[in-house]
């Protein structure tokens, strides 16, 4: 769903202004408007006189992020540079400075830093907000109601919450930049502590040693096949698979789509075992009591979020002019086609065959086809197959 970015950024800037600095009661927050999307959290931004920006709230960050476009035009300052792990390895973005910036018509702070990026961020966006916004003050995340409330004084009233098994912290020796929310939560009966993450679109994901814990890769499990990217590139090819329910304290939400990483033995990460993204996160009201370091959550009244996975069940990679199979999900729509890896689509580009397998449910597409010296057609008909 596409914000309408006037629309917003009218109503962000027309909220009172609340400093900071200024005397407050203990429980009164600073409240900053934010909008809901499928698949983003969206807050106004204004730098110094310019703006306001569309900025997305990332709490799986540690670090927020300005587009370099925008730092450019606004000419911010280069104070360092710094290295950002992602979903496709490790890169050195420059850090820059900014000041006088005001989040949401309410919340205003006199500097603050952002890593510059020349990843794609979506449409409109100007950049990203780290898990900061959460963790740095008691902090609520309201997407019912829209709001992102700050409280200086600390947050006293919690009536309706839960807390989580969870934590608020540091990791390694990355003091500088934001504290990460850790929630413990079963997936399938499985005790995993996840990442709370908003700048994922998706339900939950698993790393590689919960994946082999769980036991959701397995080759007779329906799967639809993807490769994330991120900061660093690409990562390895994955799987998104339906998993029979999530519980996060006593919220169950059933039947999430995770996504997994390929299995491997291994301790726990310092990031966690996995992350839970917006898809269910939308559906609950975050609450962070960071005096105790800990996430107090409670279910509110919003639709669950459509779901979107590659309805083919094909993945296709580059080769050459042409477009390779490399992986069939199990029980998909390729594979019914008699579609198998190491095929090859004839007669249309790779950018072309992409658009038209990643269609919506219900689009059937049709495919010339070569494996080896040999020849066929496969009509492949789009479906919710998960």
């Known amino acids: 769903m596409h914000i309408s970015r006037r629309r917003f ?13 200024a005397a407050r009661a203990a429980s009164a927050p600073i409240v900053n408007k934010i909008a809901l999307t499928e698949s983003r959290v969206w807050v106004a931004v204004k730098i110094g006189a ?49 000041h006088d910036v005001i989040f949401g018509g309410g919340l205003r702070q006199n500097a603050v830093a952002f890593a510059g990026t020349d990843l794609p961020l979506g449409r409109d966006a100007a950049g990203s907000l780290a898990a900061g916004v959460l963790t740095w003050l008691d902090s609520d995340l309201d997407f019912e109601a829209a709001e992102w409330r700050v409280y200086p004084g600390g947050k006293r009233d919690r009536t309706g919450f839960v807390r989580a098994p969870s934590e608020i912290e540091h990791v390694g020796t990355n003091e500088r930049g934001s504290a990460y929310i850790f929630a413990h939560a079963a997936l399938d009966g499985h005790q995993e502590r996840f990442v709370i993450d908003t700048g994922m679109p998706g339900a939950v994901s698993l790393r590689p040693a919960a994946t082999r814990r769980s036991g959701l890769w397995d080759d007779e499990r329906p799967y639809a096949p993807f490769r994330p990217h991120g900061i660093g590139g690409f990562g390895k090819l994955g799987r998104r698979v339906r998993a029979k329910a999530l519980q996060i304290a006593d919220i169950l939400y059933p039947d999430p789509i995770v996504a997994i990483s390929e299995p491997a033995q291994g301790s726990t990460p310092a990031l966690g075992e996995g992350v839970i993204g917006l898809g269910v996160l939308r559906n609950l009201a ?51 086609a008699g579609i198998r890896r190491g095929d090859t689509v004839l007669g249309m580009g790779f950018d072309r065959a992409v658009q038209l397998l990643n269609g919506p449910a219900g689009s059937e597409v049709p495919l010339d086809m070569a494996r080896g010296a040999g020849r066929f057609h496969a009509d492949v008909k789009l479906r919710a197959f998960l």
Request: overall charge negative; glycine content about 10%.
């Open 286 to 336: 975050l609450s962070t009591d960071v005096g105790h370091r800990c996430l107090w959550v409670k279910a509110n009244a919003l639709p669950r979020a459509s779901e979107h996975y590659n309805y083919s069940g094909l993945w296709l990679e580059r080769s050459g002019d042409s477009a390779e199979v490399t992986d069939v999900g199990r029980k998909s729509p390729g594979e019914e």
């Open 9 to 21: 950024c009218a109503s962000a800037a027309a909220v009172t202004l609340l400093p900071l600095g």
């Open 50 to 98: 310019a703006g306001p920006f569309l900025f997305i709230i990332d709490t799986g960050a540690h670090l927020s992020l300005i587009e370099e476009t925008v730092a450019r035009q606004l000419r911010l300052p280069v104070r360092s540079l710094t290295g950002m792990i992602g979903s496709g390895g490790k890169d050195v973005l420059p850090l820059y400075l900014a």
